[in-house]
């Protein structure tokens, strides 16, 4: 850390406070899998839900971050470490707000993701793996990235000329190959309200 003579200042309104105003728990949804995996669309889709059954919540998307807070970042693997770490922050204090907030990004290395769990805490952090197959994920290309990663117009392309490490333990699995994606919110939703996140 850089910054010194500096110090947490405590609120007198505590998470539990506001986790009682809001009727639910403050968590991090972590959803990590490639590029035109499902991420954004099912985080978005999990949000509505939880937002008609009246739950504080938020999705950080990665292509969103990365117009402000993290503009500053390429792909490089020490700048994908530093922008899951500024994420993570930024994560953290959604949960000390109370809210259920949720990360969509690729998050390749198993390592700053294992980073973010541990700066969120115990129970505070559910890792969402959207598995599908990269030719799946390619066919889709949303964005036309695969193309132009295989033409070698992209580096450093997640799945193609990069890793991409699969979670070994993630708290919830989803196959967005073969379930839709109301089936996949649904997934979501239940994990949370089986261990008494939402109610």
Not at 109 to 138: K, N, Q, T
Not at 149 to 178: K, Q
Request: some cysteine; proline content about 4%; charged content about 25%.
């Amino acid at each position: 850390m850089k910054s010194t003579n500096i110090r947490w200042h405590a609120a007198h309104v505590t998470r539990q406070d506001r986790e009682a105003r809001n009727g639910h728990k403050g968590v991090i949804l972590w959803f990590t899998g490639l590029s035109g995996s499902g991420k954004s669309t099912v985080s978005i889709e999990v949000e509505k839900e939880l937002h008609t059954h009246g739950c504080q919540t938020y999705v950080l998307d990665g292509d969103n971050i990365r117009y402000g807070l993290n503009r500053d970042l390429g792909f490089s693997p020490a700048d994908r470490t530093e922008n899951i770490r500024r994420i993570g922050e930024v994560a953290r204090l959604f949960v000390d707000a109370g809210v259920i907030v949720s990360a969509a990004f690729i998050s390749p290395y198993r390592s700053d993701r294992d980073a973010v769990r541990a700066l969120a805490g115990p129970g505070d952090f559910i890792e969402v793996y959207v598995e599908c197959p990269v030719d799946v994920c390619e066919q889709r290309d949303p964005k036309g990235l695969y193309k132009k990663a295989r033409e070698g117009a992209l580096s450093e392309f997640t799945g193609v000329s990069a890793p991409y490490e699969a979670p070994h333990a993630p708290e919830i699995t989803l196959h967005t190959d073969t379930q839709s994606v109301s089936e996949c919110a649904a997934s979501v939703i239940g994990y949370l309200r089986a261990h008494g996140y939402v109610h």
